[in-house]
């Protein structure tokens, strides 16, 4: 079946910016939440032709799409398409039963909420308007309308931030049983005033990396949580009824699926071109309500990019990764160096087919070996 099988779309508007956040967002703003509503329903009219009539994925993130005025919000998930998976983000602070009853409505099969920490004093260095109990009473919210898949965000690395800080952030996540966890190293980026306010203590925390990483793996892994991919866990199949809860979406964009994404900010990828919208609310709206195509950047994606992007990506998941097509990309003598290292494994089929995968061990050094691995 032709067309593009992911959506993302972007509702950029937070009730504040945190310090260390690099996503395209605005602040407030509610009295322009419609007319962004407005704007979005026009370029989706306008890219429905890209889309698959059959969609497997929609991701609404942001920003904050839970602070989105409600009327705003329903307006835009009444418009998307039927899909197996559909995602919106959300802060707990924002998660009423109000808004999880719009969300069942609306066919939202999966949220993620950006808890962070269960600590207050981290929660108040990383500028979170939720608190612990914030996040406890999203998830039982959630829960009580039905939405039976709820992954939790949690951040290390933090200023501050101790191993038993991350040991109890891990207990309480689990506490609260979710299906998927997704667990990020906090990077702050150069220049933000996060790094200017905590910029010696982010260069200890540096040291603490590997060290929290194998704490975060050990935690989930021993409570029955699939290590599928870098940064995100998932009930196993058979703690979870036989469902595949890893993040479809996220999934998509780790194989290396096109997609198509909506917003100020967005970013489609769509065979050898990537799209990005331009992050001006104000022109977006104005080009889409006066019938033109918003204002964008498009990059021509040349033939290397993309295998490199392709090994790269693939090389996160805990799957091996098909290598027919990819031998441009590949260093054969380092990935014979890494596989005697015992940092990678290579399979062959008896068709003469090879897959590529990282050991437990490669996977917690990452992105060096995969740097590595590169032509």
């Known amino acids: 079946m032709n067309g593009v099988r992911h959506l993302y779309v972007h509702l950029p508007f937070c009730a504040h910016r945190c310090g260390y956040c690099d996503f395209v967002t605005v602040v407030g703003r509610s009295a322009e939440h ?97 608190e612990p109990d914030d996040v406890r009473r999203a998830v039982h919210t ?44 906090l990077e702050a980026k150069p220049g933000t005033r996060f790094t200017h306010a905590h910029g010696e203590e982010l260069a200890r925390q540096a040291e603490a990396m590997e060290g929290y990483f194998e704490r975060v793996v050990e935690a989930l892994t021993v409570a029955g949580y699939r290590w599928y991919e870098t940064a995100n866990f998932c009930l196993a199949p058979e703690r979870a009824d036989g469902r595949d809860l890893r993040a479809q979406h996220n999934l998509g964009y780790w194989l290396g699926h096109d997609y198509l994404g909506l917003g100020i900010g967005a970013v489609s990828t769509l065979g050898s071109t990537r799209r990005r919208n331009r992050a001006s609310l104000g022109h977006y709206v104005a080009a889409l309500l006066a019938g033109k195509a918003p204002p964008h950047e498009v990059e021509v994606l040349d033939d290397e990019t993309r295998l490199r992007e392709r090994l790269m990506l693939g090389l996160r998941l805990d799957v091996p990764l098909a290598l027919d097509g990819l031998d441009p990309a590949l260093d054969r003598e380092r990935l014979v160096r890494l596989t005697s290292l015992g940092l990678t494994s290579l399979w062959r089929g008896a068709d003469g087919s090879e897959a590529l995968v990282l050991t437990r061990r490669g996977r917690f050094l990452g992105g060096g070996v995969t740097a590595e691995l590169l032509a």
Do not use: K, M, W
């Open 142 to 185: 959630l829960r009580d309308a039905c939405i039976d898949n709820i992954s939790l965000d949690l951040l290390y690395g933090i200023p501050g931030q101790g191993a038993a800080d991350l040991d109890r952030d891990l207990a309480e996540a689990l506490a609260l049983a979710p299906e998927h966890l997704s667990v990020y190293e």
């Open 34 to 130: 419609a007319a962004y509503a407005d704007a979005l329903l026009v370029e989706l009219a306008r890219e429905r032709h890209v889309l698959a009539p059959l969609v497997d994925t929609v991701f609404v993130g942001g920003g904050t799409p839970t602070f989105t005025e409600l009327d705003s919000l329903g307006r835009i998930l009444e418009a998307l398409p039927p899909a197996s998976e559909l995602t919106v983000e959300a802060n707990p602070e924002t998660v009423t039963g109000e808004l999880a009853a719009l969300l069942r409505e609306h066919r939202v099969t999966r949220v993620s909420l950006g808890a962070q920490s269960f600590q207050p004093h981290l929660l108040a260095v990383l500028e979170r308007r939720a």
